[in-house]
T-cell receptor, first 116, second 113 residues
Framework: GAVVSQHPSRVICKSGTSVKIECRSLDFQATTMFWYRQFPKKSLMLMATSNEGSKATYEQGVEKDKFLINHASLTLSTLTVTSAHPEDSSFYIC????????????FGPGTRLTVL | LAKTTQPISMDSYEGQEVNITCSHNNIATNDYITWYQQFPSQGPRFIIQGYKTKVTNEVASLFIPADRKSSTLSLPRVSLSDTAVYYCLVGDPLSGNTGKLIFGQGTTLQVKP
């Protein structure tokens, strides 16, 4: 199957700082990427849909000014958590779709963010 | 987007066949059914995807009845390493939502020795 990577795998930061998470599709061009957040023992929550070259579409309740998403190329999307606070500590997961008639969504390994 | 309903948890023993059923009564004509497996602190891993009837790959089978209002993931001869959360999702990759998937609660499968 297709491979999606994320960097970093885990990050610890101080409250008030910004953190950037990268999502890359390694062996295919991703027309669309998605960002999810997952709290312990909970399901994945979709945060936003990112299309290459256009603005991301955020789910209801997700602050677009706090979670900045950039999909600059067909293989890279970034999520920046601005002015992070402890409540932003979570597991962030991206996924990507390559385009085609029966697209399968492939997920990255996730990034564990801890805000102190 | 079609909502899915799955059992919250299931227990099994090594070597048994496990069937997890998912209900999706409001599935749309263009929706596909996809199952993912997730281990703690990892991203979901694609297991299988289908539209109708039966699909089989090297790890699982997916059974979809004619009305498509439910689907069953079948895992043959499970092992301890199959202990994980299994998610059933429905969605249309070609829709205006461009493949947006909404995760339900998933089924936590516990395989015992």
């Amino acid at each position: 199957g297709a491979v999606v990577s994320q960097h970093p795998s885990r990050v610890i930061c101080k409250s008030g700082t910004s953190v950037k998470i990268e999502c890359r599709s390694l062996d295919f061009q991703a027309t669309t990427m998605f960002w999810y957040r997952q709290f312990p023992k909970k399901s994945l929550m979709l945060m936003a849909t990112s299309n290459e070259g256009s603005k991301a579409t955020y789910e209801q309740g997700v602050e677009k000014d706090k979670f900045l998403i950039n999909h600059a190329s067909l293989t890279l999307s970034t999520l920046t958590v601005t002015s992070a606070h402890p409540e932003d500590s979570s597991f962030y997961i991206c996924s990507a779709i390559g385009g085609g008639t029966t697209d399968t969504q492939y997920f990255g390994p996730g990034t564990r963010l801890t805000v102190l | 987007l079609a909502k899915t309903t799955q059992p919250i948890s299931m227990d099994s023993y090594e070597g048994q066949e496990v069937n997890i059923t998912c209900s999706h009564n409001n599935i749309a004509t263009n929706d596909y059914i996809t199952w993912y497996q997730q281990f703690p602190s990892q991203g979901p891993r694609f297991i299988i995807q289908g539209y109708k009837t039966k699909v089989t790959n090297e790890v699982a089978s997916l059974f979809i009845p004619a009305d498509r209002k439910s689907s069953t993931l079948s895992l043959p001869r499970v092992s301890l390493s199959d202990t994980a959360v299994y998610y059933c999702l429905v969605g249309d990759p070609l829709s205006g939502n461009t493949g947006k998937l909404i995760f339900g609660q998933g089924t936590t499968l516990q395989v015992k020795p």
